[in-house]
């Protein structure tokens, strides 16, 4: 069992930058994956990217790679996602989310346990 609170989200000018943080509590941080997904309204729910359990690999849906970073600190039991350069379009709630399983996924389903997400918005 794992729990996830995410925070650092908000209002920013478009090219602004964000960087939401995902804490962990409970199980051993590093056996999980991590993946952030994010909502806008009246939109299905989204991959935005995902580091494995070693933290050796990331990857990114094609909208926001170049412009998003994922880094985590297992000692701060912490997950990162650095936003730069941030569009009108990357508007939505936030969350962040642990898996058990090895590697990468995108598929939502794929993952356990879920955050409660954090409100991004990017005004034009």
């Known amino acids: 069992q794992v729990q996830l609170v995410e925070s650092g989200g908000g209002l920013v000018q478009a090219g602004g930058s964000l960087r939401l943080s995902c804490a962990a509590s409970?199980?051993?941080?590093?056996?999980?994956?991590m993946g952030w997904f994010r909502q806008a309204p009246g939109k299905e729910r989204e991959f935005v990217g995902c580091?494995?359990?070693?933290?050796?690999?990331?990857d990114y849906a094609d909208s926001v790679k170049g412009r998003f970073t994922i880094s985590s600190d297992n000692a701060k039991n912490t997950v990162y996602l650095q936003m730069n350069s941030l569009k009108p379009e990357d508007t939505a709630n936030y969350y962040c989310?642990?898996?058990?399983?090895?590697?990468?996924?995108?598929?939502?389903?794929?993952?356990?346990?879920w955050g409660q997400g954090t409100q991004v918005t990017v005004s034009s």
């Open positions: 580091i494995s359990r070693s933290g050796g690999s990331t």
């Open positions: 989310a642990a898996g058990t399983f090895f590697g990468i996924v995108r598929i939502p389903s794929a993952y356990t346990y």
């Open positions: 409970g199980r051993s941080f590093s056996v999980y994956a």
